[in-house]
């Protein structure tokens, strides 16, 4: 499973032998856009292992946002190619309005699925844009952080 989502963030993901407060150090490595990514899909192994197979999709929403016009190509991708990984990512339907449609510069953005899951996918929107934002910055060569999680997640994790 670690590969899998290394292979879908991008990030180095290391299960290390630390633990803190009861619960396994988890050590990302990569671009920040990698680690965040990383921690939305470990974030989301562990809300599906929470829930219950009889839970309903009561927790569905629609949340709406605006974008700059000019950044809507950065969320759709070539080819709807990093709309599809936003919404493969989270599980959560992406709908990126078009450009004719667009008022005062801004397009509206409507996510739809379950709330915890919109959060995650307005947030890698969001950084999107911001990182675009900041494109003139120097990038470093990589960054580094750590989460926790149950020890008993970190077998699931492994793969044992």
Same mark, same amino acid.
């Given at each position: 499973?670690?590969?899998?989502?290394?292979? #879908?963030?991008?990030?180095?993901?290391?299960? /290390?032998?630390?633990?803190?407060?009861?619960? /396994?150090?988890? +050590?990302?490595?990569?671009?920040?856009?990698?680690?965040?990514?990383?921690?939305?899909?470990?974030?989301?192994?562990?809300?599906?292992? %929470?829930?219950?197979?009889? #839970?309903?999709?009561?927790?569905?929403?629609?949340?709406?946002?605006?974008?700059?016009? !000019?950044?809507?190509?950065?969320?759709?991708?070539?080819?709807?190619?990093?709309? +599809?990984?936003?919404?493969?990512? /989270?599980?959560?339907?992406?709908?990126?309005?078009?450009? !004719?449609?667009? $008022?005062?510069? $801004?397009?509206?953005?409507?996510?739809?699925?379950?709330?915890?899951?919109?959060? !995650?996918?307005? #947030?890698?929107?969001?950084?999107?844009?911001?990182? %675009? !934002?900041?494109?003139?910055?120097?990038?470093?060569?990589?960054?580094?952080?750590?989460?926790?999680?149950?020890?008993?997640?970190?077998?699931?994790?492994?793969?044992?």
């Amino acid at each position: 499973m670690i590969r899998e989502l290394q292979d #879908k963030s991008g990030a180095t993901i290391d299960v /290390t032998d630390e633990q803190e407060e009861g619960k /396994t150090v988890i +050590r990302l490595s990569g671009e920040l856009e990698e680690i965040e990514r990383a921690k939305v899909l470990l974030a989301r192994i562990y809300q599906d292992e %929470a829930r219950s197979p009889q #839970k309903t999709n009561e927790d569905a929403i629609a949340d709406e946002f605006e974008i700059p016009e !000019d950044k809507c190509g950065l969320v759709i991708g070539a080819r709807g190619s990093k709309i +599809r990984e936003i919404q493969a990512d /989270t599980g959560v339907s992406v709908n990126v309005g078009s450009r !004719d449609t667009a $008022m005062l510069g $801004m397009i509206k953005v409507t996510l739809k699925g379950d709330k915890d899951r919109c959060a !995650d996918a307005r #947030k890698i929107i969001l950084d999107l844009i911001s990182d %675009a !934002d900041n494109d003139n910055q120097e990038a470093e060569p990589g960054y580094s952080d750590t989460i926790t999680i149950p020890l008993d997640m970190t077998r699931k994790l492994i793969g044992l």
